[in-house]
């Protein structure tokens, strides 16, 4: 059969938040095809979607994606050998690879998606704000989630809580892992159904990815997101500025994050990473104590844009902004260079 080479590419680049890097499922390392279908799951996530090439079995993914992405041809011829491998031919090059003719993904255990409805730009935009407020604390389940209520999309990791309020058309409370649902932000997803266990989303290619839900009660913060305290104004250019801090803070393993340091009359953002740093000072209508705080570049460039407005205590700064709400836990300023 023949197919075309960069369809196939773009097919198993938007199944692969189903994949998991250590295979504690048989074949979750795998992409797998079955029914003109290529299918993922690690058990926190699966995915679907359609493709040209109508086989069925099991297929490395690192191996299958790489030469994939090497191969230049636009379009290949693929069989099935004698040796039980899947040969892909090009002009003048071709590979081989090996393939496990039985399918033994788990991947009827996630529940089909019922009715579908559509999703909003806001839900994705919201996910995309509250998935840096994720707590990677694996001792601390609830926190390594995402709150879905009727209202508002939430996150909190003990340090920062970000809630967006927006109308999600789900009826009860769902708690989704962070690092699961973030993958939505990336592939179009418009369309969504809510079963027992999962949700679902679907995008206009035709991805179908299902995410694992939990029904473990989450942290009450409202309590928390109250804060009184002096207002002070976000100086004029913060979205710059953390843009430059986040350049080498982003060659950093794990969340980027940008320290900003309040003194008065001043406030200073740094990044730093492997390749170097960046400190940038600006004048801030601010009188009181030295603090500071780390937080998401991303989330400082949409308060600074959106917001020109926060309310400051020696504990806590809050800022909001139309139909969202950040608060974060400050500290104490260690020393630093001018």
């Known amino acids: 059969m023949k197919i075309n080479r960069e369809l196939l590419l773009n097919a198993l680049n938007m199944v692969k938040p189903g994949l998991s890097p250590r295979e504690f499922i048989e074949q979750s390392s795998c992409f797998v095809f079955q029914n003109k279908q290529v299918m993922t799951f690690n058990d926190e ?56 003719a039985e399918v033994f993904l788990p991947i009827d255990k996630v529940e089909e998606p019922g009715k579908w409805r559509s999703l909003s730009k806001e839900f994705t935009e919201a996910v995309g704000l509250v998935q840096h407020c994720v707590s990677t604390d694996e001792s601390k389940f609830t926190l390594t989630c995402i709150q879905i209520t009727p209202e508002y999309i939430q996150a909190c990791d003990n340090l920062q809580i970000m809630r967006c309020r927006v109308k999600t058309r789900i009826k009860r409370p769902l708690l989704v892992r962070g690092a ?17 266990d999962w949700i679902h989303f679907k995008n206009g290619d035709g991805l179908i990815m299902s995410v694992r839900t939990y029904q473990e009660e989450f942290p009450d913060l409202d309590g928390l997101m109250a804060v009184e305290g002096n207002e002070i104004t976000i100086p004029k250019g913060m979205k710059e ?15 980027p994050q940008v320290q900003v340091r309040l003194s008065s009359g001043r406030v200073q953002l740094a990044g730093e990473g492997l390749t170097g740093w960046y400190r940038e000072t600006r004048k801030i209508n601010y009188q009181g104590p030295d603090i500071s705080f780390v937080i998401a570049p991303e989330l400082l460039r949409h308060i600074s844009e959106k917001y020109s407005e926060a309310t400051l205590t020696e504990e806590k ?22």
């Open 241 to 255: 500025a953390s843009e430059c801090a986040a350049v080498f803070a982003m060659d950093k393993s794990g969340d």
């Open 45 to 100: 996530v699966a995915c679907r979607k359609e493709v040209e090439l109508d086989i069925t079995g099991a297929i490395q993914a690192t191996s299958l994606l790489s030469i994939l992405e090497k191969i230049g041809d636009p379009e290949l011829m693929v069989r099935e050998n004698d040796a039980g491998e899947l040969e892909f031919k090009g002009k003048r090059k071709g590979f081989g690879i090996i393939k496990d």
């Open 180 to 196: 699961s649902l973030a993958h939505i932000t990336s592939l179009g997803m418009d369309q969504f159904s809510v079963t027992k």
């Open 317 to 338: 700064l809050r800022a909001e902004g139309g139909q969202w709400e950040y608060v974060t836990v400050l500290g104490a300023l260690a020393s630093t260079d001018e």
